[in-house]
C-alpha cells in the first residue's frame, strides 16, 4: 500500500490566489491605461516642442487636439496651451481621468507639460 502526502492546503487556496491575481490584473489594466494614454500624449506634446520653430502655436494645438481624440482622451485634454518666450516654449494640458475600482470610484488630475528651448 503507498501512502501519499500532500502538503499545502489543497486546490481551494490555488483557486483564490488566481482569481486574487486575475482581479490584480484587470483592475490594474484599467489604471495603467490611464497612465500609458498620459504618457503618450505627452510624448507627442514633446514632440510638437522639438518642431516648434517651424510651426505656429495654432497648428501645434490643432495637432495635439487631433492627437488627443485619436487616442480617446477626455474632452479637458483637448485645451491646450502654449506659450513661447525668447526661444523657449512651454505647452501643456489639464483634464481628468476617472478610475473604477470596486467600491471606489477616484478622479484623478492629469497634467502634462513639457518645456523646450529651440
Not at 51 to 79: C, N, Q, W, Y
Request: aromatic share 14%; hydrophobic share 40%; glycine share 10%.
Amino acid at each position: 500500500m503507498v501512502t501519499r502526502t500532500r502538503r499545502g492546503s489543497g486546490r481551494a487556496g490555488c483557486l483564490v490566489m488566481l482569481l486574487v491575481v486575475a482581479a490584480v490584473g484587470y483592475f490594474g489594466l484599467g489604471i495603467g491605461n490611464v497612465y500609458w494614454n498620459y504618457f503618450q500624449y505627452r510624448d507627442r506634446m514633446l514632440q510638437e516642442a522639438r518642431f516648434a520653430g517651424s510651426r505656429t502655436d495654432g497648428v501645434i494645438k490643432r495637432r495635439l487636439i487631433m492627437f488627443a481624440d485619436s487616442i480617446g482622451l477626455p474632452e479637458g485634454a483637448r485645451h491646450v496651451r502654449v506659450k513661447r518666450q525668447q526661444r523657449r516654449i512651454f505647452i501643456w494640458s489639464e483634464y481628468y481621468e476617472n478610475i473604477e475600482l470596486p467600491f471606489l470610484s477616484k478622479e484623478l488630475l492629469l497634467s502634462p507639460h513639457v518645456e523646450w528651448t529651440y
